[in-house]
């Protein structure tokens, strides 16, 4: 079993999700965060274990998280580019909004061929990451834990770009009438923190954002700029 197409659905999805809880260097997701999002029990999440177990696709132990083998993640990096870029050809070519496409990539990362696959990234430019900030792994297969970025709910204060945004459509569609996207420059003020615009006045009310929105949204540091120097960047 040496293709992503040789896999059947299910097996490609579980071992999407699973690479995908430590691609921001989060803990191996377990066999109850498996069972929540697949919206199944744990003894139908284990038995699925067993098999890609058996195929040489992870380890699988009862009551630890589970781990991928170097075939695993090798395909299920595949599926994760496939999803990324499907739905990067939705946002980009087809108008969909950043919280509509994800059930349809969902959808049509089983059946996506690899020519068309490197058609659909050749026509949008081979683009780094995708419409939720999420990088797309490169056609080699390369990816590395990404550890450079905090959850904005335990961000200090100081001048950060929204790297990703937990791909809930709800939410990314409130997040987005809002005005903070992936890709967006913010700054965490005051005490208890508060989330602006970068280059908002002084005076600009902050972001109205619950607890829930601020954990879902990742950021990474930015160097810091004056009040007076953003002023005048912007004039």
Known sequence: ?????????????????????????????????????????????????????????????????V???????????????????????????????????????????HAVSDKLLGRIDRLLGHPDTDPHGDPIPGDDGGWRPRTDTTRLVDAAPGRYRVARIDADPDRIAHLG?????AGSFVRVEGQPPQLYADLAPADAAPFDLTRGDRQAIRVRKMPYMPLRSRGRQSA
């Open 1 to 65: 079993m040496d293709e992503v197409d040789d896999l059947t659905p299910t097996a490609q999805d579980y071992l999407k999700v699973i690479w995908s809880a430590v691609e921001w260097g989060e803990p191996p997701i377990t066999t109850k965060g498996l069972a929540a999002t697949f919206a199944t029990t744990q003894a139908n999440v284990s038995d699925t274990m067993r098999r890609l177990d058996a195929q040489g696709l992870l380890i699988y132990e009862p009551y630890k998280p």
């Open 177 to 181: 009438r809002l005005g903070v996207p």
């Open 67 to 109: 781990a991928l083998t170097e075939l695993g993640q090798r395909l299920a990096v595949q599926m994760v580019r496939r999803h990324r870029l499907i739905e990067t050809f939705l946002s980009e070519a087809l108008g969909y909004g950043p919280d509509e496409g994800h059930d349809d990539a969902e959808r049509l990362e």
